[in-house]
C-alpha cells in the first residue's frame, strides 16, 4: 500500500565557487627544494610586489589567506633548513610568499552535495509558533573525489516548510590541534584490530607508560627507528602507530564564522581520501542535557575506519576512532539516548543486513545482534540504515535503504521496540521513496540515500540525496506512516 510523500521544491546542487587554501606540495621534496631557492633569489623590491599580487588575486577570496600561508610555509621549514637555509633569518614577506606556492585553492562541492543529516539547531530562540531551527549537514565532494563535512542552517516552518539562509561567501578551515591523551591498552586493541604486527608494536609501546601524549609517541617511534636496524616494511609498519595516533583531534572554528562556512575537511592520514557519509544526531545525556555526536566513514590509501565526531555547538569539535570487533563496516549510527543503561548504535558490519550494538562505553563496540536481514526483492542486495533511530510514542522508527534490481537505491521505514530495539515491530513492504525521473540522473544513477531524518509538527522530515549528486527533502504523515506500515 503505497504512502503519500511530498516532495519539497527546495535544492542543493554542487557549487565550484566553494573553495579552500589547502596545502600543496609539487612534485615532492627534491622539487620542492628547487623551487625555494627561486622564491628567495628574488630581490625585496619584486618579493613584496610578487606577495602583493598574490593577495589582490586572493585575500577576497579567503578568510586570513596571510595565516593560511604562514601555516604552509611552516610546513616546508625543515626543507629550506636542508637548504643550509635558517627559516628564521626570512622576512616576513619571504615567508608568506614561499608558502602562497605551497597552497592551492581546492573546490569542496565542485562535484557533488549530497547525503544529508538533518539536527536541530543548539539555538532555539527568535522563532515564531511551529518553527524550529535546524542545522543540515551534507557530505561536499570535489576533485579527486575527496569528501567533507559542510553545514546549512534553516528554519522548518508550521507548516513544514523549510527555508535556508544563503550560504556565506568564505569558506573556513579550522586548526587541526592533535593534543590528545592516548590510553595504551585501547590504542594497543585497535592496532590489534588492525592486524598490526605485535612484536614492532610492543617495540615502540613499551617505551610509553599507560597514559601517553602525542609528542611521547612521536618521539618513541622516531627512537625505535633510530635505535633498531629496520627494513623499508617494518619502518612503514611503525608508522601506522603515527596513523592512528592522527586519527584523534581536535578542531576550532573562528567565532565570526557562519555555520555555512565551517568545513571540516580531512585532515588526519586516517581520512585523506575522504570524509563519508556523517550521520549527525542529538544526543540526550542522563542529565538532560544535549550533545551532538556523529559517526562517518574515513577512508585512506588502505583502510576504511569508522569515526566519531562529538560537538556542543558546531564551533569546536573532537574527531576519535571507533573502537571494537564491531565497529567495522560503513554505516554506523547512534540511537539519540542510552536504552537500559547502555549506549545504542546501528551497524552493517556484515555489509548486508542491519544490525544492534550495545556498550557501556560510547568508544567501543565488542557485540552486535542481527536485528533485521533483505527480506523484499527492493532490499534482496542489501539494506542499511539511514540514520540515527527518532524516537515516537509507538516505537523507534528508524528510516532505511535497501539495494535491489539494476543496483537501485529505495528507502524504507522499520518500527523498532522503544525499549528493546533488537525487537521489529513494523516495517514497510515497499519502499517509503524510490527514484523518480529527476532523482534517478546523476553521479550515480538510481540512488535516493539520507543520513538522517527528524520529526516535526506530526511529520517525518526526510533530507536525502538525488543519484550521489545534489540534494532535496521530502516529508511524511507520521499517521499515514503508522496506519499503512505492515505490523509483525
Known sequence: ??????????????????????????????????????????????????????????????????????????????????????????????????????????????????????????????????????????????????????????????????????????????????????????????????????????????????????????????????????????????????????????????????????????????????????????FVNGDGTTTYYATYTAFSDFTIMPKLIETNDFYHFRIMPLNGEYAQNKGMALFPRKINGKYAMLSRVDGVSNYIMFSEDIHFWQDAVKIQEPEYPWQFIQIGNCGSPIETEKGWILLTHGVGPMRRYSLGVTLLDLEDPTKVIAQTSEPLMRPNDEEREGYVPNVVYSCGAMIHNNELIIPYAMADYASTFATVSLDELFEKMVYI
Open 1 to 282: 500500500m503505497s504512502i503519500h510523500i511530498n516532495r519539497k521544491n527546495i535544492r542543493f546542487y554542487p557549487d565550484s565557487k566553494r573553495v579552500i587554501a589547502r596545502y600543496y606540495m609539487p612534485g615532492g621534496d627534491e622539487r620542492a627544494k628547487n623551487i625555494i631557492p627561486k622564491i628567495l633569489s628574488l630581490s625585496e623590491e619584486d618579493t613584496r610586489f610578487t606577495l602583493n599580487r598574490v593577495l589582490t588575486n586572493f585575500s577576497q577570496r579567503h578568510r586570513n589567506i596571510t595565516i593560511v600561508f604562514k601555516k604552509h610555509f611552516d610546513n616546508v621549514k625543515h626543507l629550506i633548513k636542508e637548504l643550509s637555509i635558517d627559516p628564521e633569518s626570512l622576512s616576513r614577506e619571504e615567508k608568506l610568499l614561499i608558502g602562497s606556492y605551497f597552497t592551492m585553492e581546492y573546490s569542496i562541492e565542485s562535484a557533488a552535495f549530497f547525503n544529508p543529516s538533518i539536527v536541530e539547531d543548539p539555538d532555539q530562540t527568535a522563532l515564531g509558533a511551529g518553527e524550529k531551527r535546524v542545522i543540515v549537514s551534507f557530505r561536499a565532494t570535489g576533485e579527486g573525489h575527496i569528501s567533507s563535512i559542510v553545514f546549512r542552517s534553516g528554519i522548518i516552518d508550521k507548516n513544514n516548510e523549510l527555508k535556508f539562509k544563503e550560504p556565506g561567501d568564505l569558506v573556513d578551515i579550522p586548526e587541526a590541534v592533535k593534543r590528545h591523551i592516548y590510553e595504551k591498552q585501547a590504542f594497543l586493541d585497535k592496532l590489534s584490530e588492525m592486524s598490526v604486527q605485535k612484536e614492532l608494536i610492543d617495540m615502540v609501546m613499551n617505551r610509553l607508560k599507560d597514559y601517553f601524549t602525542y609528542g611521547e609517541l612521536q618521539a618513541s617511534i622516531k627512537e625505535s627507528i633510530e635505535k633498531n636496524n629496520l627494513d623499508s616494511t617494518q619502518r612503514k609498519v611503525l608508522k601506522d602507530c603515527n596513523w592512528l595516533a592522527n586519527s584523534h583531534y581536535e578542531i576550532t572554528f573562528s567565532l565570526d564564522t557562519a555555520i555555512s562556512e565551517r568545513v571540516i575537511y580531512p585532515i588526519s592520514n586516517s581520512e585523506r581520501n575522504g570524509i563519508e557519509d556523517a550521520r549527525f544526531v542529538q
